[in-house]
């Protein structure tokens, strides 16, 4: 299938896609679009964190959480990770302090002047090592 977002990635349009490609569609295809491309007239594939989409930003919520409960992804270790992606794209209420860091390292990889599909295949370890650190302390609980 093909996944659909806006160009210049960051921190919830990394995260998503290693979401998908991991929990929801292994084969995914990502395309980054200009962010004035009207998001309404796409049909050939799955909008995701674009203004006014079921997989955007809800509330609190981010595009990975909306993603998480579109397929009832409810592994503690996810929810968690839910968490700290929320806290370092957004602005909630009682924001997860491991968000802030996440923020830096996604500003980094953006100051790198990489194409997004490069972030993408660069920042997924990243993500790999924070979902073993997130499975190893809803382990603890």
Not at 5 to 24: G, M, Y
Not at 67 to 83: H, S
Not at 125 to 134: G, I, K, M, S
Request: charged residues 30%.
């Amino acid at each position: 299938m093909k996944w659909i977002t806006r160009e210049k990635i960051k921190v919830d349009r990394v995260a998503c896609p290693w979401l998908i490609k991991k929990f929801v569609d292994r084969h995914a295809d990502f395309v980054f679009l200009p962010h004035d491309t009207n998001w309404t007239k796409i049909s050939d594939g799955i909008v995701f964190d674009v203004p006014n989409c079921e997989l955007g930003h809800h509330g609190e919520d981010v595009s990975f959480n909306s993603i998480l409960k579109k397929y009832r992804l409810t592994d503690p270790a996810l929810v968690l990770l839910g968490e700290i992606v929320r806290a370092a794209d957004s602005q909630p209420c009682n924001p997860h302090p491991a968000g802030e860091g996440l923020r830096w390292i996604a500003g980094g990889f953006g100051a790198l002047e990489l194409s997004d599909l490069e972030i993408l295949e660069r920042e997924f370890v990243v993500y790999d090592a924070l979902y073993a650190e997130c499975k190893r302390r809803v382990s603890r609980r």
